[in-house]
């Protein structure tokens, strides 16, 4: 396993982060299966584990913290705030009153007093971002995290976090966790330059872009709407888009890239995620030990500049195939209400 340093923050962790989504109701609910993944990747070299306090609504921290009772201190632990965990409008996004308050949550789920890495899992455009990064900041201050980072937010965002924090002299984040596959590759064009400009980690996720590229999606039959990650996130697999059928007929291709450079199409994909200079770890989100298993066979694989130029003829650098992968709609692109003019204000003008 290789090691590289977590922006700023002098914290050196794993090229690969074990992701603790699929563990819980939303992959694998065989605890104690969980548990053993966890040590296995813990033996296997990886020392970097990213959760968040939304996935499976808290069980996925609550395996998490069992699985690292005992070795904790070996681990650069992370997880997220921002997701909704309940009905109450105020139990959910990146308020003072709902950070300080959920921090204590995951720490009790995940057995600890502190967590290395904590993320704001997307941005809410309700909230200043000053008020975030003041809430974060008291958390370093008191001990119970060590730095902060954000997760799926757009260059432009992320620059003006890095202002705010530099004006009121509070934390800034140090990381970035974005979207990032041969499948999904927008992050080149703003967010990767613009986290190498201000000495920031990067942490992609969904390097095998929810399963496209680990070879389970090759025909059409393949694709099953009403089982596993489809059932859950059917727009990243509806075929009725264009993007996700393009998907599918590159899938041959990237096959044959990994052919001809002796590789699986799943060791070429998480290969391919680490490269980028401005990418410290891709985090791998096994539901099961074979999972795990094959993904971690290919550790140490490094792509050529040959190989990495065929990945680019097949899909060009800057290029996301389907929109929805992003992971993120800007509310200006979501709501109508922020692209119109009322007619009074028309007639007005």
Same mark, same amino acid.
Request: proline share 4%; aromatic share 6%.
């Given at each position: 396993? @290789?090691?590289?340093?977590?922006?700023?923050?002098? =914290?050196?962790?794993?090229?690969?982060?074990?992701?603790?989504m699929?563990?819980?109701?939303? *992959?694998?609910?065989?605890?104690?299966?969980?548990?053993?993944?966890?040590?296995?990747?813990?033996?296997?070299?990886?020392?970097?584990?990213?959760?968040?306090?939304?996935?499976?609504?808290?069980?996925?921290?609550?395996?998490?913290? @069992?699985?690292?009772?005992?070795?904790?201190?070996?681990?650069?632990?992370?997880?997220?705030?921002?997701?909704?965990?309940?009905?109450?409008p105020?139990?959910?996004?990146?308020?003072?009153?709902?950070?300080?308050?959920?921090?204590?949550?995951?720490?009790?789920?995940?057995?600890?007093?502190?967590?290395?890495?904590y993320?704001i899992?997307?941005?809410? %455009?309700?909230?200043?971002?000053?008020?975030?990064?003041?809430?974060?900041?008291?958390?370093?201050?008191?001990g119970?995290?060590?730095?902060? *980072?954000?997760?799926?937010? %757009?260059?432009?965002?992320?620059?003006?976090?890095?202002?705010?924090?530099?004006?009121?002299?509070?934390?800034r984040?140090r990381?970035?966790?974005?979207?990032?596959?041969?499948?999904?590759?927008?992050?080149?064009?703003?967010?990767? %330059?613009?986290?190498? @400009?201000?000495?920031?980690?990067?942490?992609?996720?969904?390097p095998?872009?929810? *399963?496209?590229?680990?070879?389970?999606y090759?025909?059409?039959?393949?694709?099953?709407? *009403?089982?596993?990650?489809?059932?859950?996130?059917?727009?990243?697999?509806?075929l009725?888009?264009?993007?996700n059928?393009?998907?599918?007929?590159?899938?041959?291709?990237?096959?044959?890239?990994?052919?001809?450079?002796?590789?699986?199409?799943?060791?070429?994909? =998480?290969?391919?995620?680490?490269?980028?200079?401005?990418?410290?770890?891709?985090?791998?989100?096994?539901?099961? =030990?074979?999972h795990?298993?094959?993904?971690?066979?290919?550790?140490?694989?490094?792509?050529?500049?040959?190989?990495?130029?065929?990945?680019?003829s097949?899909?060009?650098?800057?290029?996301?195939?389907?929109? %929805?992968?992003?992971?993120?709609?800007?509310?200006?692109?979501?709501?109508?209400?922020?692209?119109?003019?009322?007619a009074?204000?028309?007639?007005?003008?």
């Open positions: 396993m @290789r090691y590289r340093t977590l922006g700023s923050t002098g =914290m050196k962790v794993s090229t690969y982060c074990l992701g603790a699929m563990f819980g109701q939303w *992959g694998n609910t065989d605890a104690d299966e969980c548990v053993r993944i966890v040590h296995a990747a813990l033996d296997a070299g990886v020392n970097f584990v990213d959760t968040a306090d939304v996935y499976s609504s808290g069980e996925s921290e609550e395996i998490v913290g @069992r699985a690292l009772a005992k070795r904790r201190d070996g681990v650069v632990l992370a997880s997220k705030v921002h997701g909704a965990m309940g009905d109450d105020n139990e959910r996004g990146n308020s003072r009153r709902w950070i300080v308050r959920e921090v204590e949550a995951s720490l009790r789920r995940l057995r600890t007093d502190h967590l290395d890495l993320q899992h997307r941005p809410d %455009p309700d909230t200043d971002v000053e008020e975030t990064l003041s809430a974060l900041t008291d958390l370093v201050h008191q119970k995290v060590r730095a902060i *980072g954000s997760s799926t937010f %757009p260059a432009e965002l992320i620059v003006e976090a890095q202002w705010a924090a530099d004006r009121r002299g509070l934390e984040f990381c970035e966790q974005p979207p990032y596959s041969m499948f999904v590759r927008g992050a080149e064009a703003a967010v990767l %330059p613009t986290c190498a @400009r201000h000495g920031m980690g990067v942490i992609v996720w969904s095998l872009a929810a *399963g496209w590229l680990a070879g389970r090759r025909t059409e039959g393949d694709v099953d709407l *009403g089982s596993g990650r489809a059932r859950r996130l059917p727009v990243r697999f509806d009725s888009l264009p993007g059928r393009r998907k599918l007929e590159l899938v041959g291709d990237l096959e044959q890239v990994a052919r001809d450079a002796g590789l699986s199409l799943t060791h070429l994909a =998480m290969a391919f995620s680490v490269a980028h200079p401005a990418v410290t770890s891709a985090i791998i989100g096994p539901r099961t =030990m074979a795990l298993e094959d993904v971690l066979a290919g550790a140490s694989v490094e792509l050529d500049d040959e190989t990495l130029d065929r990945i680019d097949i899909v060009a650098p800057g290029t996301t195939l389907s929109a %929805p992968d992003d992971g993120y709609v800007p509310p200006a692109i979501a709501e109508p209400a922020l692209r119109r003019r009322s009074g204000a028309r007639s007005a003008g």
